[in-house]
T-cell receptor, first 109, second 112 residues
Framework: QKEVEQDPGPLSVPEGAIVSLNCTYSNSAFQYFMWYRQYSRKGPELLMYTYSSGNKEDGRFTAQVDKSSKYISLFIRDSQPSDSATYLC?????????FGGGTRVLVKP | DAGITQSPRHKVTETGTPVTLRCHQTENHRYMYWYRQDPGHGLRLIHY???????DKGEVSDGYSVSRSKTEDFLLTLESATSSQTSVYFCAISGVQGDEQYFGPGTRLTVT
């Protein structure tokens, strides 16, 4: 079992819809969780990070962690075509990141 | 790209030749990392550094070595390149809080 797992997608939504992305993880050690966005042929861009259970909001983005279920989520409200990218979740334990494989998202105008 | 540059950005080399990739940061951060990204495997940590001359192995370190003689530079060397090392290589640095990592633009390496 991989330490961090993501559905590869692609996930296709109409513009304005809510994008819902999920990851599961297997290690229970104290750790941070991060979401990155990666456009084609670019480096990953940090969107959000959190270490506690519950929700964290930043503009149109909400990150959610459920440590009891080992489940992390990212929601994107009012999605735009510019949100079309691959979204990577990662756990950070001791300054080392373990990534999921990424979910490709396509927001159609 | 958070003050991170990588060079070269693209390279084609032959099997068996040594290759060195450079990561340069202007943020004066302590931690620097090298990752590779491959379809089906995602991003995987190769090596990282927690200070000048202080380095450690990551998940996929075989066939790679690193050096850090200055805070701002972190070098990744493929001692004898193989076709399995064809990949996109990303450098990252730790953020202000020491836990966020910011990535460079990547180096696309092809080993023929």
């Amino acid at each position: 079992q991989k330490e961090v797992e993501q559905d590869p997608g692609p996930l296709s939504v109409p513009e304005g819809a809510i994008v819902s992305l999920n990851c599961t993880y297997s290690n229970s050690a104290f750790q941070y969780f991060m979401w990155y966005r990666q456009y084609s042929r670019k480096g990953p861009e940090l969107l959000m990070y959190t270490y506690s259970s519950g929700n964290k909001e930043d503009g149109r983005f909400t990150a959610q962690v459920d440590k009891s279920s080992k489940y992390i989520s990212l929601f994107i409200r009012d999605s735009q075509p510019s949100d079309s990218a691959t979204y990577l979740c990662a756990r950070n334990a001791g300054n080392k990141l373990t990534f999921g494989g990424g979910t490709r998202v396509l927001v159609k105008p | 790209d958070a003050g991170i540059t990588q060079s070269p950005r693209h390279k084609v080399t032959e099997t068996g030749t040594p290759v060195t990739l450079r990561c340069h940061q202007t943020e004066n951060h302590r931690y620097m990392y090298w990752y590779r990204q491959d379809p089906g495997h995602g991003l995987r940590l190769i090596h990282y550094s927690y200070g000048v001359k202080d380095t450690d192995k990551g998940e996929v370190s075989d066939g790679y070595s690193v050096s850090r003689s200055k805070t701002e530079d972190f070098l990744l060397t493929l001692e004898s390149a193989t076709s399995s090392q064809t990949s996109v290589y990303f450098c990252a640095i730790s953020g202000v809080q020491g836990d966020e990592q910011y990535f460079g633009p990547g180096t696309r390496l092809t080993v023929t």
